[in-house]
Nanobody
Framework: QVQLVESGGGLVQAGGSLRLSCAAS????????MGWFRQAPGKERQFVAA????????YYADSVKGRFAISRDNAKITVYLQMNSLKPEDTAIYYC?????????????????????WGRGTQVTVSS
């Protein structure tokens, strides 16, 4: 079992930045690929970014590429999402997720049904 708790959401003006954090606990963190997803009102959950076990490989949705950066600190058992140049369309609840991939795997899942563990989410609102 893995527990995930997101933080760092809030209200920001368009063009601003936020840094989301996701603190994990429960299992060996380095055995898990980590992802961020988001869900806007009335829309399906959408992939944002993912990172492999070491942090050496990342994958992004086209809509955030060049603006967002995912990273992880295995010593702190935390994954981050740095969000720059925010747009009103980035407004959503952002969820952290974990997928067991095993030791030293370079698999970077991006489908929500590949992730077994989810946090409760943190609200990000971008005003125009």
């Amino acid at each position: 079992q893995v527990q995930l708790v997101e933080s760092g959401g809030g209200l920001v003006q368009a063009g601003g930045s936020l840094r989301l954090s996701c603190a994990a606990s429960g299992r060996t963190f380095s055995n898990y690929a980590m992802g961020w997803f988001r869900q806007a009102p009335g829309k399906e959950r959408q992939f944002v970014a993912a990172v492999n076990w070491s942090g050496g490989s990342t994958y992004y949705a086209d809509s955030v590429k060049g603006r967002f950066a995912i990273s992880r600190d295995n010593a702190k058992i935390t994954v981050y999402l740095q969000m720059n140049s925010l747009k009103p369309e980035d407004t959503a609840i952002y969820y952290c997720a974990a997928d067991y991939v095993g030791s030293y795997s370079y698999n970077i899942p991006y489908r929500s049904n590949e992730y077994a563990y989810w946090g409760r989410g943190t609200q990000v609102t971008v005003s125009s």
